[in-house]
C-alpha cells in the first residue's frame, strides 16, 4: 500500500482551502481540506456571489440535486450582498441538529473535497476534531459522498470514528457518543445520523476512506489501536511546537516565565512503542526541513505532516491582508508565537501569532463585545432535570454563569469560531456595527518560511514548500 511522505496540514478554519489540498494532492503528495465550520463558509461565500462559480459548480454534482437547488436559493446572493449588511446565518449545532442544518454541512463538506479532487486522480484528506463533535457525523458523510480518501482527526480520543465510516459506506444509520460535562454513569449521551432520512433515498455504496488518527502519545496510539470501533490505518504524531492546538502537558499545568505551558520529557512521544504497534506513522510539529524529512525516516517514521509552511502560501485560505502581515514580520525575522494557556474554550493550549488588529492583542481583544453566534466550541452540560445544555468560556460572562459555570473559567477566553472564520476572510459584522477580527495560529518555527522566498518576492507557493521539502 502506498502512503504519502508529505501530508499537507489540515488548518484552522478554511486555511487549509480546497485550492491548497489541490495543489498539494495534484504534485503527488496528501492534500488536506481543513472540516472547521464548512457550513458557514459555504452560506457566506454564497451570500458574497460566488464570484468564480465555484461552489455552484460542484454543487451541480451533488448526487440530490433538490437539496443543493435549496441551499443555492437560500443563500445565494447574485453580485453579492451589500458591504454593510451582516451575513445571514444557519442554526447553531446541538446534539438533534434540525435537517436543514444537517443538509448545509453535509453539502458543504461536499463541495470543499469534490473541489479540492477536482482536475486529478490524486488521494484527498480532511480533517476534523474531536473536540468539535456534534458535526462530525453528517460532515464526515458530505465528504464521503465526494470520495474523500483520507480522514484525519485529533484533539481528542476518536475512538468511534473508525467504525462509523464503515456504517456510512453502506448508508447506515451511526451513533456517536458525545462528551457531557457532569454526565452519570447512567447517562448515555449519543448523537444519531440517518443518510436515508436526510437524503430521501439510499445511494450506490461509497468508498471507505482511510483514517488517521492525530495523538500526542504512545498510550492514546496503544488504546486506537486495542479499542477503536473499526480499522485504524495510520498516526499522526503531533508535538507541542505545531500550530493550533496543542495536547496539554501531562500532569499539573505549568507555565513559564513568559505565560506559556511547560513541556517536559514526560510529554515527549515514545516512538518506539508506537513502531512496535505496527501501524504507518507520521511526525509533526517542527518537521517542515528537508533533513527533519529524513530525520524521521530514520526513527521508522512513513514520512511527515506539515503545516505551518503552507498556511501562509499563495493557495491557503487566510486572507492576503494576514498572510502580508505575517510574510512582513518573517522577512525581518520579527514573527513570534505564543502559546496561549487560555484562548481556546476548548482548554487546549493554542498556538498564537501575536499580530496588530487580531484578538492577539489585548486592546483589540477588550475592545469586542463577547458573543456565541456559532457555537462550534460550547461545551454540552447535563442539567439538574437531566436535559441538555450548551454553554462556551468565551460566551458572556452573565450568561456563562446563569449556565453553572465558574467565573474564573472565562477569563481571557477568546471567540475561536468566529476569528477563525475572519482569518479567511468571511469576518461577521454584529449588530452593534463591531466587524469580527482574527486570531492568526502558526507552529513555533513560522520565521522558517523566510527560506521559501525567493529574493525580492514576499509571496511563494504550495509547490515551492513541496519542492523545497523534497529537495528539488
Known amino acids: 500500500m502506498s502512503f504519502p511522505l508529505v501530508i499537507q496540514g489540515g488548518m484552522g478554519a478554511g486555511v487549509s482551502s480546497w485550492m491548497l489540498a ?3 494532492s495534484s504534485y503527488g503528495q496528501l492534500g488536506v481540506v481543513s472540516g472547521t465550520a464548512l457550513d458557514v463558509s459555504l452560506l457566506r461565500l454564497l451570500q458574497l456571489g460566488d464570484k468564480e462559480g465555484h461552489i455552484r459548480r460542484a454543487l451541480s454534482h451533488f448526487p440530490v440535486p433538490e437539496i443543493a437547488e435549496r441551499i443555492i436559493n437560500k443563500y445565494f446572493i447574485e453580485g453579492g450582498k451589500p458591504e454593510k449588511e451582516p451575513f445571514k446565518t444557519s442554526s447553531m449545532f446541538t446534539i438533534n441538529p434540525g435537517k436543514a442544518l444537517l443538509e448545509l454541512n453535509i453539502v458543504s463538506n461536499f463541495v470543499e473535497v469534490f473541489l479540492a479532487k477536482e482536475g486529478h486522480n490524486n488521494p484527498v484528506g480532511i480533517n476534523y476534531l474531536e473536540k468539535i463533535q456534534m458535526p462530525n457525523l453528517s460532515a464526515i458523510y458530505g465528504a464521503m459522498l465526494a470520495g474523500v480518501d483520507y480522514i484525519l482527526m485529533g484533539a481528542g480520543i476518536p475512538r468511534e470514528i473508525p467504525g462509523v465510516l464503515d456504517k456510512l459506506a453502506k448508508h447506515e444509520e451511526v451513533s456517536y ?4 460535562t457532569g454526565a452519570t454513569s447512567e447517562d448515555d449521551f449519543k448523537e444519531v445520523f440517518n443518510p436515508v432520512e436526510i437524503l430521501g433515498k439510499t445511494l450506490p455504496g461509497l468508498k471507505r476512506p482511510k483514517f488517521l488518527a492525530i495523538i500526542a502519545s504512545a498510550i492514546l496510539a496503544l488504546t486506537l489501536s486495542r479499542k477503536a470501533t473499526g480499522k485504524v490505518d495510520g498516526f499522526i504524531i503531533e508535538g507541542p511546537s505545531a500550530g493550533g492546538h496543542n495536547a496539554p502537558p501531562r500532569g499539573l499545568m505549568q507555565l513559564d516565565d513568559l505565560g506559556e505551558p511547560v513541556y517536559g520529557e514526560k510529554d515527549e512521544v515514545d516512538i518506539e512503542k508506537i513502531k512496535e504497534l505496527g501501524y504507518p506513522f507520521w511526525l509533526a510539529g517542527s518537521y517542515g526541513k528537508p533533513e527533519k524529512i529524513e530525520d524521521a525516516k530514520k526513527l521508522g517514521a512513513t514520512g511527515v505532516q506539515v503545516g505551518t509552511l503552507f498556511a501562509f502560501c499563495v493557495e491557503s485560505g487566510f486572507s492576503p491582508e ?4 505575517v510574510i512582513e514580520k518573517v522577512i525581518k ?5 505564543f502559546t496561549d494557556p487560555v484562548a481556546s474554550p476548548t482548554g487546549f493550549p493554542f498556538k498564537v501569532v501575536r499580530l496588530e488588529n487580531t484578538v492577539s492583542e489585548e486592546e483589540t481583544y477588550l475592545a469586542r463585545n463577547r458573543i456565541c453566534d456559532l457555537g462550534y466550541l460550547r461545551h454540552i452540560y447535563r442539567k439538574e432535570d437531566g436535559t441538555l445544555g450548551y454553554r462556551c468560556p468565551a460566551e458572556p460572562v452573565d450568561q456563562y454563569l446563569k449556565k453553572g459555570g465558574k467565573v474564573e473559567d472565562t477569563v481571557n477566553r477568546k471567540c475561536l469560531c468566529n476569528a ?3 482569518n479567511i476572510g468571511l469576518a461577521q459584522l454584529q449588530s452593534n456595527g463591531y466587524v469580527e477580527k482574527g486570531l492568526v495560529t502558526a507552529g513555533d518555527e513560522v520565521n522558517e ?6 529574493p525580492g518576492k514576499d509571496t511563494y507557493t504550495a509547490a515551492d514548500v513541496l519542492d523545497y521539502l523534497l529537495g528539488k
Request: zero cysteines; a positive charge; proline letters at 0%.
Open 22 to 24: 489541490k495543489s498539494v
Open 420 to 422: 477563525l472564520v475572519s
Open 177 to 180: 457518543k458525545i462528551n457531557v
Open 333 to 337: 525575522d520579527r514573527a513570534t508565537v
Open 449 to 454: 518560511i523566510k527560506k521559501l522566498l525567493k
Open 322 to 325: 494576514y498572510k502580508k502581515a
